[in-house]
């Protein structure tokens, strides 16, 4: 497992938005999902997840639905709303110009300045 | 919109809240099993993977207040928590402060539904039912003298426009009239709100008939069958809901008319019709232009209504040949069909704004005084606020505190304000529909309406800020603190002078008006005829019809008029005849008009020998003329005074004498003997003068001629009946509305034409009289203001000693300290109070005369009901005073109970 890198504040719902996007998810699937993708490097703070969960629907980005697990259990399936497809949007825009920025501090050369 | 969506979100989680909370559980429970179920697989033992998953996700309590927080129920919770404490307690004053809830929500209520029963009716007046969207109708503009000359034009513009406009579809036209002769099966012969209408007008409606089938335009042809529709109010009061009433002939205006349908309950149109001939557009069977016409269509889809008049001026009026001045410009226009039928046409759309926003400024008034009544008692509290204040409530929350409770009045006193416009409201329905006017829409009917509730409740927090806030604001600025410190001592507020004005101002207004609003609920709102010592509750009264059809032709009219009269004489004598041999029948007479209603024979008088005063004492001059039968005056027992009874040779047609009563000697003839004098009406310039008519009698005033609220309040002449005079009076054995049906039935073996219309016991017919139910509303309107500014100035009182009581505690203490006699006391108490309300009642009793004075000037025909002598102000000043120091009696008990040591403790 490749070392686990820390949260920076505001991205819980980035990460949400995003993982709720690729398919109709529960709350402890939006969980795993993250893991899998970013290959257990990023991990949530599961006492985070439901309040931010609650908040993204609270806030009409994601609707939620209950419905069936795989192993047949009652679980409640979150969505994302389209107001929640245009936040993702520009959320993303957003972080890629900061990695973009970021990137090039980072890798600047003395010639550069 | 994301506020209301998140409102809307923490409303339903709210009233949901048990679900939420079972279904996060749900939703945590199912991740904690996953979880666990995962560290198995990873291969942990069963209870160390549970602990582990319970360890990651944390605990279940406090992720749950994470998520109410997040999703601000919390903060909503806290809120209702907090409003719902001060509901309570703003309950708990109502019920603590009974004065103040009854004086304050008295005059909030008055107020409010003043407020609610303006809009209510005006949203009445400018209902616009479904069928008449897009309906408009004519109207005719002088533009000569700028004035409007009418609704309608002439039948034969209506032909013309009927044929040539394009932006109005289904142009129709009708005449109302009110058919006197429907004479059923049973004798009864009530009037019918009839009209003649071009049977597209039918198309116009869309609504299909209950039974048989509607007018149509081969039923207006020249020639054709006569047919009527009927309503199913006709159908069902008339005809009984006969099954088979398609088809049957029935008598209308002396022709047999055949009934072809009965129209759905609820359809009255064009205006509040019950019955529908049609009416033959064609011009040429009139004389001149034809009758003029209301004319009305509805707009051809996606026309403007401006378009619509732009079409019809360009095609105007015909040049008329009768009716109208050539010389005077006359444009034709359209206005709204609905609206003009409630005279609310050309009422701008603000209107309403105008109307609501001057009923708010109206509440203000009573709401001023409450805020005042509200500013004592929170100073009264003023250490309770200092507590709270102290003990880290912020200036806002205790000022929301008050709010809520003066909320809490304002809501009590907005259930009462429903009830009452309500009540006066479905009043005023009841007895529009039960006078069935045929010009007044049936589709106004007036009772609260939805948007009416809406400014109800935007009254009642309007009502609270000012009650409350004000106050509030007032009482918790710099001297909260002072409150705690002066805690058992006096209060750090004033009420300053300003105050007092108001309090023995209002004591004044209260004695000014008191006697003439107690003069005017006691002689407007007596309940019966027993008042005027009639002794009536045996007496039947009903009107006579006949059908009536004169020809057109002059010369064979006036000779079927005169065989009308001879008939009708005739079977009125039989009538008599019949009904005297009845055994239940004490008696029978005849008059002009059926006694007990409003007389409709007004004339104006002159006396030979000099000019006599027009403007009479009493009234305009006009004086009611009526025509009786030679009992007629045993029958009501009425006092001949002077002269001579009429005997059967005033029932000659060359006779001239007439009987007047004393109100019509007193103010036409003045003092004298009125006997042998000779009076004559007063006709217009052009016309030839009324022939002279010698007075040979005298009687008493019937007091049932006495019109209340008009001008026109008293004097009869009484002519002897010489042919018909339709009003019947019956005076019965048994109980004289068990007697109706039998009356009819008479009426009707006579003769199958002869009715009898609104056969009413005298007293109904009184009751129901326009003038005394108006009267009576009016008394009942006078009465509850009255009322409730009398409370008002009974709780001002109350408020004023009782702070003044709380402001000197301190010096009362030290008084009783020093051995101050508790009569002392209770004088120094009461001695503020007596003066305020000996200077309002001073003040009150100086304003009432030219007060009523001015009532008499203008005079409404009201008779004060109760002395008006200067000892009935006395007692209404008495009156006035001693409620008023018994209001301040509770607050300077409380000073008597100040205990000394207490009272100096606080210096």
Redesign the interface.
Known sequence: MPDQADLLPGTLDLLILKSVSLGAVHGYGVLLRIEQISDGALEIQQGALYPALYRLEHNGLIESEWGTSDNNRRAKFYRLTRAGRRQLGDREASWQRLVEAMTSVLTATPQQV | M?FF??LL?RLRILFRRNRFES??D???R??L???TRRNVKRGMPAEEAAIAARR????DD??KA??R????VNAILNWLDAWGLDFKLGFRMLVKYPGLTLAGGLAMAVGIAIGLGFTSGLDALLYRPPLLQDVVTVRVWNLTRGVREGYGAPLRDFVRWRDELQSVQDLSAFIQFEQHDLVTDDGRGDPVNSAQITPSAFHLFRTPPLMGRLLVEEDALAGARPVALISHTVWRTRFGSDPEIVGRDVRLGGTVHTIVGVMPEGFAYPVNDRLWTPLRADPLSFEGDGPWVEIFGRLTPGTSVERARAELSAVGLLEHTSGVNTDEVLVPSLVDYATRHTNVEDTPPSLMHVVQLFCALLLLVPCANVAILFYARTARRQSEIAVRSALGASRRRIIMQLFIEALVLALVAAVAAFVLARISLGQLDAFLASRGDAEFPAWVRFGVSPPAVWYLLGLVVFAAAVVGVVPAIQATGRSVHSGLRNEGGSGGLQLGKLWTVLIVTQVAVTVAVLPLAAGVVWSTGRSGLADHGLATDDVLTARLVMGYDPPANPEARADYQGQYRARLQTLSNELKRRLEAEPDVLSVTYAGDPPGGIPGNWQRFEAEGGLLPLESATGSGWKFYDFVDLNFFDFFDLRLLAGRPFGPDDKAPESTAVIVDRAFVRDVLGEGNAVGRRIRAIRPADQEPAPWLEIVGVVEDFPLHEITLVAEASGTVYGAVQDISPGIAVRVRSVPAAFSNRLREIAAAVDPNLGLADVKTLNEAYQSRLDRVMGRMFAWSIAVATLSLLFLSIAGIYALTSFAVTQRRREIGIRAALGAHPHRLLGSIFSRAAMHLGLGVALGIVASVPIVSYWRKIDFGIVLGVPDTPGFLVAVAVLVMAVGIAGSVGPARRGLRVEPTEALKAE
Request: hydrophobic content about 25%; glycine content about 12%.
């Open positions: 994301q969506r998140g979100e279904d996060l749900d939703e945590l199912f991740h099993d996953e979880l990651s996700l944390g605990r406090s992720t994470d998520v927080r997040q999703t601000g």
